[in-house]
Nanobody, 124 residues
Framework: VQLQASGGGLVQAGGSLRLSCAAA?????????VGWFRQAPGKEREFVAA????????YYSDSAKGRFTISRDNAENTVVLQMNSLKPEDTAVYFC?????????????????WGQGTLVTVSS
């Protein structure tokens, strides 16, 4: 499956952005996990949030908990990452990924299919 992430942009600190992840080709199976990761310049890719494709089971990184919400948009057949109260340290390229990882997986290596990334820049 090939994923496509969109919705990045430039926002001031305290603002919000809504990222979307869609299957550009192929199929995401109901048991698969869809996750969001981010990578800032000079840093390793880090886990942000994930959900099971078929239902509303979610989990978050500590930095995302309480500010970000991951959900399934059934009408658009996408996974959405709603990001509120953004901080300059949230600046990164955000990637969505999917695969047969166990629920709770947080390592990039656990996800086998990736999108191209969308840039989020938060100004102070």
């Amino acid at each position: 499956v090939q994923l496509q992430a969109s919705g990045g942009g430039l926002v001031q600190a305290g603002g919000s952005l809504r990222l979307s992840c869609a299957a550009a080709s192929g199929r995401i199976f109901s048991s698969w996990i869809v996750g969001w990761f981010r990578q800032a310049p000079g840093k390793e890719r880090e886990f942000v949030a994930a959900t099971r494709w078929s239902r509303d089971s979610t989990y978050y990184s500590d930095s995302a908990k309480g500010r970000f919400t991951i959900s399934r948009d059934n009408a658009e057949n996408t996974v959405v990452l709603q990001m509120n109260s953004l901080k300059p340290e949230d600046t990164a390229v955000y990637f969505c990924a999917t695969g047969t990882a166990d629920f709770g997986a947080r390592r990039a290596a656990d996800f086998r299919s990736w999108g191209q990334g969308t840039l989020v820049t938060v100004s102070s």
